[in-house]
């Protein structure tokens, strides 16, 4: 970090002094990541290229947004910024794990990260990425950072070799770097995803429409679904906490039997759910849960949303409770 910076959060929060660099911001978590760190920081500065992120999640961004590609060769960082990032948050990425092409998600991916940790090297930010649960496969439960990285599609690799390169460089050029492995993110500013948007969105779509709840047979699965004002909170955490990866989750499985029972509730609706086939079987993840137990003792962050609280906030802020 840059001599003489402080690092305590409290001194973040009330009024601190800090420049900080969202890439992705455009996109759900990096949107979400950035309303909420303008209000702490002095200079907020988004890169995006639009390719997957929204402009109308930024309504009421008060900070400058530049529109570039940070995954192509020789990226000239000075030409877009006037500022060295005491903190870069890198959220960039095709989050697609039904994308057609591999090989652009590897490259898109990859070389972005790699241009951010080498343009981290000279402006001496800290670098707080976001990594996914898809590393560990179809791994036993619960996933604890020391579990077996088995990832089974293209997406969950390039998470993977993310993971591998910043730890070469913390290793190899004395970068902070935190990697956090996000579960299954669900909130606000997901709906220009699509199909890639949480099960949670889109079970509540057909919904509210009258329509029976389409989930794949019979509907047992789980998932560690985690809010993203927990996972906002969990960058903030990460801000302070060493180098490293770790998991951002509930540590508690919901499976997709009773998120369609919290949606009943919370939206006043009595649908029985439509079990069909699932066609994603090769890389399909039954079961998620994270051990959350090296993010509450190395980052002190702890999820304060449980399944029915986040849905329910979650409703409210689409309109539809």
Same mark, same amino acid.
């Given at each position: 970090?840059?001599?003489?910076?402080?690092?305590?959060?409290?001194?973040?929060?009330?009024?601190?002094? %800090?420049?900080?660099?969202?890439?992705?911001?455009? !996109?759900?978590?990096?949107?979400?990541?950035?309303? $909420?760190?303008?209000? %702490?920081?002095?200079?907020?500065t988004i890169v995006d290229d639009f390719s997957k992120g929204d402009y109308k999640n930024l309504e009421g961004f008060e900070g400058d947004v530049v529109v570039a590609d940070i995954s192509k060769e020789n990226m000239d960082w000075e030409h877009y910024l006037d500022f060295?990032?005491?903190?870069?948050? $890198?959220?960039?990425?095709?989050?697609?794990?039904? =994308?057609?092409?591999?090989? +652009?998600?590897?490259?898109?991916?990859? +070389?972005?990260?790699?241009?951010?940790?080498?343009?981290?090297?000279?402006?001496?930010?800290?670098?707080?990425?976001?990594?996914?649960?898809?590393?560990?496969?179809?791994?036993?439960?619960? %996933?604890? *950072?020391?579990?077996?990285?088995?990832?089974?599609?293209a997406y969950a690799f390039s998470k993977y070799i993310l993971e591998n390169m910043a730890k070469k460089y913390v290793e190899n050029y004395d970068l902070e770097c935190v990697g956090l492995r996000y579960f299954n993110v669900y909130g606000p500013r997901e709906s220009f995803?699509?199909?890639?948007?949480?099960?949670?969105?889109?079970?509540?779509?057909?919904?509210?429409? !009258?329509?029976?709840?389409?989930?794949?047979?019979?509907? *047992?699965?789980?998932?560690?679904?985690?809010?993203?004002?927990?996972?906002?909170?969990?960058?903030?955490?990460?801000? +302070?906490?060493?180098?490293?990866?770790?998991?951002?989750?509930? !540590?508690?499985?919901?499976?997709?039997?009773?998120?369609?029972?919290?949606?009943?509730?919370?939206?006043?609706?009595?649908? *029985?759910?439509?079990?069909?086939?699932?066609? =994603?079987?090769?890389? =399909?993840?039954?079961?998620?849960?994270?051990?959350?137990?090296?993010?509450?003792?190395?980052?002190?962050?702890?999820?304060?949303?449980?399944?029915?609280?986040?849905?329910?906030?979650?409703?409210?802020?689409? !309109?539809?409770?």
């Open positions: 970090m840059k001599e003489g910076f402080f690092k305590n959060l409290s001194f973040f929060i009330y009024g601190g002094f %800090m420049d900080i660099l969202i890439t992705g911001g455009a !996109g759900f978590i990096g949107s979400n990541l950035a309303l $909420h760190l303008q209000k %702490m920081a002095d200079n907020i060295e990032p005491d903190y870069i948050f $890198h959220e960039a990425s095709n989050t697609d794990t039904t =994308y057609p092409d591999d090989k +652009e998600m590897l490259r898109s991916n990859i +070389e972005g990260f790699r241009n951010v940790l080498e343009f981290a090297i000279n402006s001496q930010a800290k670098v707080i990425y976001a990594s996914s649960a898809g590393v560990y496969g179809k791994g036993t439960i619960p %996933m604890s *950072e020391n579990s077996q990285r088995e990832p089974k599609n995803k699509g199909k890639a948007a949480s099960m949670i969105y889109q079970l509540a779509l057909q919904m509210k429409e !009258g329509k029976k709840p389409r989930i794949f047979e019979f509907g *047992e699965q789980f998932r560690d679904q985690i809010y993203i004002k927990d996972v906002v909170e969990a960058n903030i955490r990460a801000m +302070e906490a060493p180098s490293g990866v770790y998991n951002v989750g509930t !540590g508690k499985p919901t499976s997709f039997n009773k998120i369609v029972e919290v949606l009943n509730k919370v939206l006043g609706t009595t649908l *029985e759910p439509d079990y069909i086939k699932n066609p =994603y079987t090769q890389f =399909y993840q039954d079961q998620t849960l994270a051990d959350v137990s090296l993010a509450a003792s190395k980052m002190g962050f702890v999820a304060k949303y449980d399944i029915e609280a986040g849905i329910e906030d979650y409703m409210r802020w689409l !309109g539809f409770a």
